[in-house]
């Protein structure tokens, strides 16, 4: 029995099992339980899709939680409108809290956005209890009722199947989302924040997205909750609830798919298990926890091999290489009307550092479909000068002028649109994906899938994907590297991995090249290699900026060099010019004579 | 609204502040050798107020001799969590993070509790004022001097932890540990004593804040998790690994608290720690004296 | 290699716990094994009890030991007309949401006949309309949100009531309290309140109390839960010139208040709510405790300057002594003496009704409990589930660090 077929065959047996539990059971704890597990899986989905995906751990959730939830709650109960307003007015508040979580917490990084988490989950919780007749205040809403639709009211069997329902389509949606671009985008993200945007994904807005998503997700879970329990009170929404939630979520698996269903159950049937320990249930309860992530530090899905996980994405290894592709051309985003001859203008760019002046007026021009060498020796301001043009870094004083526009203004994700492309010193490529998964995301700026698309897995979506898969696996081709398409990035060794960031910003269809050392770690045979596509990819049209160290390299491909010496440029020329400039040969060797 | 009255609450809140100060500097000491938070340092304090509590009332030590003796053995505690909650899994990314230990601390903290619970009852436990109460008056306030003395106690300590940071070997370890904790093992550190060290040397601190703080909060097993709480709000305001920050951030937070729950609401008087922190991170993201770092990629 | 090792010692602790989970006897002392049945014809009687027995809020749950001695003592004696008790505790860490869970436990899957709890408001709120729906009783000796009567009277809509109280709920200890303003003629009283569920709620009650005679506070200040020096608070009643202080919060809170009413050498009378019969008071307080008052239901537990506690109430916490040797001491065993309470109207309604839950109610219910700790008789009646009013809530005054009954 292949993999496939017992994933099919769980699958089968779970959904057959939950679809007809109510008929099993009649027990109204064991339906509550169910309802309960329901509801907070699809809570931790929510969480799941934060902290998993977007990387971006919450510890006050259950704030969340508590706005749907009562946002359930008064509108039903105090107003005394029907369900779907409540579910409405659920979704609604929880997006908005969610954006104003949002937007300070990306602000701040790592552990700061973990407080902030927590800060804003304990106000939420405040609010609640202080929010007199509007919440209830400490005594909180009760009465809530059972969702009444069309006239009639759900029983518990009713309330049961609608959790279900919502619970599998959740999973489902998110399931689709992490498998296309948009998901796609998030593990790049996670994996390397600066690659990723220099591919073109915004970190600021997949994250907000994300925040205001997650919290949506929740959000419904909370108006479930409301129905469910009937009642609502600031003591259900406790930082401890925070905590258990991101605990389901991390015992199960962060960042897949089934981590949240696994740990919510887990952690739902473990106090039963512990039940009759009084006063020492929670004891023995740390103690699992503790041994279980010591153990399985990635959740109970880790232990689960790879094959028999659901797959996280839709390529078909077998059936992409088998296909038949056409050869590729390194072609252009565009046909250009602007044939300006300069496609990049650097003008005057002075960069600071607390003092340190990396970057003194530097100007160069980087003519059309030239190999152009920026050169010179260590901690002139190469690569300062670089993350300058790409947008890494901002500058002081001066422009850069791609094709005659000035982008000094672009952030660093939104200059790939405007046709350049760059690799990094450290290859920053994507090292838990595939090659062809990192190929792919080079395309990230010329896709237009987007999270509803994503989600739902239209047709348009599936084949937007595939073509994106061959594209990828044609640039591959091309540079040789088809038989590691489906090897992980950072398996490769390391001359591979600096290759393929070059197939990487390839893939995004750029008229400019940026490469900062891409011999830097290679091998000689490696460098020659690096030769031969660098030459390929010139007579193909495309221009190339690169900063190197390898001499030998620079004066066989370059077609323009310009040297830096402590900030400034010291020297332009042709390869033959700098060779024998006495002012460069200064600036390597020192003021000692040479010889 | 006197002017006695403003005084009464001044003292009042420097007096917690300190307290939170203290706290603070335990998750700094831990943050700058591990870069992690250690969830459990609510549970330090709690045991450091309990353990001096059994030895002075229940055992009759006096308490200058009780308090080292519960620095300590909240110390060794420190040194099992780091064996236990930090090593296992120091390091281990899943999803990108590494954040087993956030279920790990959290864990402890947990069986700290509990335990604590089992041991010293669910009870909230009069502390007797460590050292001695009278109250004497100052510009018409009645001011208890207990409150003065730990104020003084909190201070000098934070000021000799930083001492000890910036001025001894130890200190030296712990930094060149804490900037790149590999180079310091190839210049002949052992990391992994001076991490423990870390941890120790953070329930020391966190005990005492602990023996400070309960007579004016009242002992319990659950104690440990506000100020635990606020204390992490303080590091982060103050900008993590930053010892001035924290007693800087510490004062403030401890004042604002105390003029916002007799002003505006006391209701809302324990989120203050939360909105003030929102408010300095928006302005800093880094917090007062965090370094903003601008990477060089 | 780690991760299999890992793997069987995770699936060997569950296995054990679920093998535990399934055998483990009960952790009072001296209970007799659980039973899965329902219980149906048979002769034994389960009994909930569920409240906070873990958290913050667990100082309150320890008084549920109560109930639990006054069940072992009657096991131990064979039983009570034949039927023998099993108690099965649940603990909902205060949490509404585990108290709507775990009361469904009780009522579904281990079958109670009558529920005895919870600790707090809010999860009785949350587990009213359950009790109310599988028509099982709840005692609860605990909680005194008056919500929570409300609510009740609301479920039952004219019917039957499956709620019933044996401790002062707040509007009763609010009266009370207003009586003695009214007696000693105060005009300005303060109210301190703690922010939890229970000073909020006093808070609403003292007012409506206060309202009722005719007296208006002067001010009302509210503080947090165990919070570091209450001297401000105190202050600001100095300020205001107010000639009484009217406390409701927990024990430990209280002792703040007497110490800075102390320290200010703010002559004036404080009343605190029932919380300052809580050990902690006096302990904390210290030398300020003295002189101070609450309210307590009278001629119950606290001592009379001439004569004797009521025997009732020594016999009941000799039970209490055999089971718990290391609980409360008797000058601590107030709020203990409602869970016995509890237990033992339990027992009178089994010893007439056998094990039917609604039988069960209806013998609650009309029953004169006659051997009880804390009052003679404890009578119920349709239109009245609480076992205490104003009017049989006298005042207790703190002197020589033990608390006596005071007449005025």
């Known amino acids: 029995m292949n993999p496939s077929m017992i994933k099919k065959g769980t699958l089968a047996v779970f959904m057959l099992g939950i679809a007809l539990f109510p008929l099993f059971s009649t027990n109204d704890y064991y339906i509550h339980m169910a309802q309960m597990i329901g509801i907070t899986v699809i809570v931790t989905q929510g969480l799941n899709l934060l902290s998993g995906y977007a990387g971006q751990i919450s510890l006050g959730h259950a704030g969340i939680y508590a706005i749907g939830a009562y946002a359930a709650a008064i509108v039903t109960t105090n107003y005394e409108l029907p369900f779907l307003a409540g579910l409405a007015a659920s979704i609604v508040c929880s997006a908005i809290v969610g954006l104003l979580i949002g937007v300070p917490a990306l602000r701040v990084k790592g552990h700061y956005l973990a407080m902030v988490t927590i800060g804003a989950g304990i106000i939420i919780?405040?609010?609640?209890?202080?929010?007199?007749?509007?919440?209830?205040?400490?005594?909180?809403?009760?009465?809530?009722?059972?969702?009444?639709?069309?006239?009639?009211?759900?029983?518990?069997?009713?309330?049961?199947?609608?959790?279900?329902?919502?619970?599998?389509?959740?999973?489902?949606?998110?399931?689709?989302?992490?498998?296309?671009?948009?998901?796609?985008?998030?593990?790049?993200?996670?994996?390397?924040?600066?690659?990723?945007?220099?591919?073109?994904?915004?970190?600021?807005?997949?994250?907000?997205?994300?925040?205001?998503?997650?919290?949506?997700?929740?959000?419904?879970?909370?108006?479930?909750?409301?129905?469910?329990?009937?009642?609502?009170?600031?003591?259900?929404?406790?930082?401890h609830v925070s905590i258990f939630l991101l605990v389901m979520v991390i015992l199960g698996g962060l960042g897949t798919v089934i981590g949240p269903i696994i740990g919510t159950v887990l952690l739902y049937l473990l106090p039963e298990l512990l039940k009759d320990f009084d006063q020492y249930h929670l004891i023995i309860y740390g103690a699992i926890l503790l041994i279980s992530i010591i153990v399985l530090p990635g959740g109970i899905a880790s232990l689960l091999p790879k094959a028999y996980r659901p797959k996280e994405h839709l390529i078909n290894e077998e059936e992409l290489m088998n296909m038949g592709l056409e050869p590729y051309e390194p072609g252009l985003r565009e046909r250009t009307e602007n044939q300006e001859n300069v496609i990049l203008r650097v003008c005057g760019l002075t960069k600071r550092f607390s003092g340190v002046v990396a970057n003194d007026g530097v100007t160069m021009s980087v003519e059309r479909g030239t190999i152009h060498a920026l050169i010179g020796p260590n901690g002139s301001g190469k690569t300062t000068c670089l993350h300058s043009i790409s947008?890494?870094?901002?500058?002081?004083?001066?422009?850069?002028?791609?094709?005659?526009?000035?982008?000094?203004?672009?952030?660093?994700?939104?200059?790939?649109?405007?046709g350049m492309a760059r690799t990094f010193q450290h290859a920053q490529i994507f090292k838990e994906l595939t090659v062809l998964e990192n190929v792919m995301i080079g395309e990230h700026s010329l896709r237009k899938t987007?999270?509803?698309?994503?989600?739902?897995?239209?047709?348009?979506?599936?084949?937007?994907?595939?073509?994106?898969?061959?594209?990828?696996?044609?640039?591959?081709?091309?540079?040789?590297?088809?038989?590691?398409?489906?090897?992980?990035?950072?398996?490769?060794?390391?001359?591979?991995?600096?290759?393929?960031?070059?197939?990487?910003?390839?893939?995004?269809?750029?008229?400019?090249?940026?490469?900062?050392?891409?011999?830097?770690g290679l091998t000689n045979t490696e460098i020659e290699q690096l030769e031969e596509i660098l030459l390929k990819l010139r007579k193909a049209g495309i221009t190339i900026l690169l900063v190197e160290h390898d001499m030998r390299l620079i004066m066989k491909v370059s077609d323009a060099i310009t040297v830096l010496d402590s900030g400034r440029v010291i020297a332009e020329g042709t390869p033959a010019e700098i060779q024998n400039n006495p002012q460069v040969i200064q600036a390597y060797l020192g003021e000692r004579k040479a010889g | 609204?006197?002017?006695?009255?403003?005084?009464?609450?001044?003292?009042?809140?420097?007096?917690?502040?300190?307290?939170?100060?203290?706290?603070?500097?335990?998750?700094?000491?831990?943050?700058?050798?591990?870069?992690?938070?250690?969830?459990?340092?609510?549970?330090?304090?709690?045991?450091?107020?309990?353990?001096?509590?059994?030895?002075?009332?229940?055992?009759?030590?006096?308490?200058?001799?009780?308090?080292?003796?519960?620095?300590?053995?909240?110390?060794?505690?420190?040194?099992?969590?780091?064996?236990?909650?930090?090593?296992?899994?120091?390091?281990?990314?899943?999803?990108?993070?590494?954040?087993?230990?956030?279920?790990?601390?959290?864990?402890?903290?947990?069986?700290?509790?509990?335990?604590?619970?089992?041991?010293w009852g669910k009870e909230f436990l009069p502390v007797p004022p460590p050292f001695g109460s009278s109250t004497i008056s100052f510009m018409g306030a009645a001011i208890d001097t207990n409150q003065l003395y730990i104020f003084l106690a909190a201070l000098i300590l934070a000021l000799l932890i930083e001492i000890l940071l910036?001025?001894?070997?130890?200190?030296?370890?712990?930094?060149?540990?804490?900037?790149?904790?590999?180079?310091?093992?190839?210049?002949?550190?052992?990391?992994?004593?001076?991490?423990?060290?870390?941890?120790?040397?953070?329930?020391?601190?966190?005990?005492?804040?602990?023996?400070?703080?309960?007579?004016?909060?009242?002992?319990?097993?659950?104690?440990?998790?506000?100020?635990?709480?606020?204390?992490?709000?303080?590091?982060?305001?103050?900008?993590?690994g930053s010892g001035r920050g924290a007693i800087l951030a510490g004062l403030i937070l401890g004042i604002c608290e105390v003029f916002a729950g007799s002003f505006i609401s006391p209701g809302y008087r324990d989120i203050v720690a939360f909105v003030l922190l929102i408010a300095v991170l928006a302005l800093k993201p880094d917090g007062l004296f965090g370094e903003a770092i601008q990477e060089k990629a | 290699m780690r991760k299999k090792a890992g793997v069987f010692l995770l699936s060997t602790v569950l296995a054990f716990g679920t093998l535990l989970g399934c055998t483990k006897t009960e952790q009072t002392s001296g209970a007799p094994a659980k039973q899965k049945q329902a219980s149906g014809d048979s002769k034994v009687v389960k009994v909930g009890i569920i409240g906070a027995r873990t958290g913050p809020s667990a100082t309150l749950g320890q008084y549920l030991d109560g109930a639990v001695a006054v069940f072992n003592k009657?096991?131990?004696?064979?039983?009570?007309?034949?039927y023998t008790f099993d108690v099965i505790i649940r603990d909902d860490e205060a949490n509404p949401t585990k108290s709507k869970e775990l009361v469904k436990n009780l009522l579904y899957k281990e079958g109670v006949s009558v529920i005895i709890g919870p600790t707090n408001t809010s999860n009785a709120l949350a587990i009213l309309p359950e009790v109310f729906k599988a028509q099982v009783p709840l005692v609860d000796p605990v909680a005194t949100g008056t919500k929570i009567g409300e609510e009740a009277e609301k479920l039952a809509k004219g019917g039957k009531n499956y709620f019933f109280r044996t401790t002062t709920v707040d509007y009763a200890q609010a009266d009370a309290i207003a009586n003695y303003v009214k007696k000693k003629g105060l005009q300005n009283p303060i109210i301190l309140h703690d922010e939890t569920a229970y000073g909020k709620g006093g808070l609403k009650e003292i007012q409506k109390a206060l309202e009722k005679i005719g007296v208006k506070p002067v001010k009302e200040v509210g503080f947090p839960m165990s919070t570091s020096d209450l001297t401000p608070q105190v202050m600001e009643a100095k300020q205001a010139q107010a000639d009484g202080i009217i406390v409701w919060a927990l024990g430990h809170d209280q002792a703040q208040v007497?110490?800075?009413?102390?320290?200010?050498?703010?002559?004036?009378?404080?009343?605190?709510?029932?919380?300052?019969?809580?050990?902690?008071?006096?302990?904390?307080?210290?030398?300020?405790a003295e002189g101070n008052l609450s309210i307590w239901p009278s001629n119950h537990v606290r001592l009379k300057e001439q004569g004797e506690r009521p025997k009732r109430i020594t016999d009941a916490y000799e039970v209490y002594k055999k089971y718990f040797p290391k609980g409360y001491s008797i000058d601590d065993a107030g709020s203990l003496m409602f869970t016995y309470d509890a237990a033992m109207i339990v027992v009178n309604a089994v010893e007439k009704a056998?094990?039917?839950?609604?039988?069960?109610?209806?013998?609650?219910?009309?029953?004169?409990?006659?051997?009880?700790?804390?009052?003679?008789?404890?009578?119920?009646?349709?239109?009245?589930?609480?076992?205490?009013?104003?009017?049989?809530?006298?005042?207790?005054?703190?002197?020589?660090?033990?608390?006596?009954?005071?007449?005025?």
Request: aromatic share 10%; proline share 3%; no cysteine.
């Open chain 1, 125 to 239: 919780e405040k609010l609640m209890h202080e929010g007199g007749e509007f919440t209830g205040g400490f005594a909180g809403i009760n009465g809530v009722t059972s969702p009444e639709m069309f006239g009639f009211s759900l029983t518990s069997t009713g309330l049961y199947y609608m959790i279900i329902i919502s619970m599998v389509l959740i999973t489902l949606l998110l399931w689709n989302l992490t498998r296309t671009r948009p998901g796609r985008a998030f593990l790049a993200l996670r994996d390397s924040e600066t690659a990723a945007e220099a591919m073109g994904i915004s970190r600021y807005r997949y994250k907000l997205i994300a925040f205001v998503l997650s919290s949506v997700i929740t959000g419904i879970g909370g108006n479930m909750y409301a129905h469910t329990n009937n009642y609502v009170s600031p003591d259900s929404f406790t930082p």
């Open chain 1, 391 to 418: 947008g890494l870094y901002q500058f002081d004083e001066g422009d850069v002028l791609f094709e005659g526009q000035s982008i000094a203004s672009l952030k660093l994700h939104e200059k790939i649109r405007s």
């Open chain 1, 450 to 520: 987007g999270f509803v698309s994503g989600a739902l897995l239209l047709p348009h979506v599936l084949k937007e994907e595939k073509e994106s898969q061959k594209e990828a696996l044609r640039i591959l081709e091309w540079f040789g590297m088809k038989p590691y398409a489906f090897a992980k990035a950072g398996d490769l060794p390391y001359g591979y991995q600096k290759i393929l960031e070059i197939v990487r910003a390839m893939a995004a269809k750029p008229k400019l090249l940026i490469l900062d050392e891409p011999a830097a």
């Open chain 2, 1 to 119: 609204m006197t002017s006695s009255f403003v005084l009464q609450l001044l003292f009042a809140g420097l007096t917690m502040g300190s307290v939170y100060a203290l706290v603070a500097i335990a998750y700094n000491i831990i943050f700058s050798t591990t870069h992690i938070i250690n969830f459990a340092t609510g549970e330090f304090v709690m045991l450091g107020a309990l353990i001096t509590l059994s030895f002075v009332t229940g055992m009759n030590f006096p308490t200058l001799i009780a308090i080292p003796i519960a620095m300590i053995l909240v110390a060794i505690v420190g040194v099992i969590v780091e064996r236990i909650a930090y090593r296992p899994v120091q390091g281990v990314k899943v999803a990108g993070h590494s954040i087993a230990w956030i279920i790990t601390t959290l864990a402890f903290s947990i069986i700290l509790q509990n335990v604590a619970m089992l041991i």
């Open chain 2, 166 to 240: 910036h001025k001894t070997y130890i200190g030296m370890m712990i930094k060149a540990t804490s900037v790149n904790r590999r180079a310091a093992e190839y210049m002949g550190i052992r990391t992994t004593f001076v991490i423990a060290l870390s941890f120790a040397i953070s329930g020391g601190v966190s005990a005492v804040a602990g023996i400070l703080v309960s007579p004016l909060t009242f002992a319990s097993s659950t104690m440990g998790l506000l100020i635990g709480l606020k204390g992490f709000a303080v590091a982060i305001m103050g900008g993590l």
């Open chain 3, 74 to 82: 009657i096991n131990d004696e064979g039983g009570v007309n034949g």
């Open chain 3, 258 to 288: 007497a110490k800075a009413k102390q320290k200010l050498g703010l002559n004036i009378p404080m009343i605190g709510s029932t919380a300052m019969q809580q050990t902690n008071f006096r302990e904390l307080a210290g030398a300020a």
């Open chain 3, 354 to 408: 056998g094990t039917d839950p609604a039988a069960i109610r209806d013998a609650i219910e009309s029953i004169p409990h006659k051997n009880i700790a804390s009052k003679d008789v404890l009578q119920f009646t349709p239109d009245n589930h609480e076992a205490w009013e104003g009017k049989d809530i006298g005042m207790v005054t703190v002197k020589n660090n033990k608390v006596y009954e005071r007449k005025e």
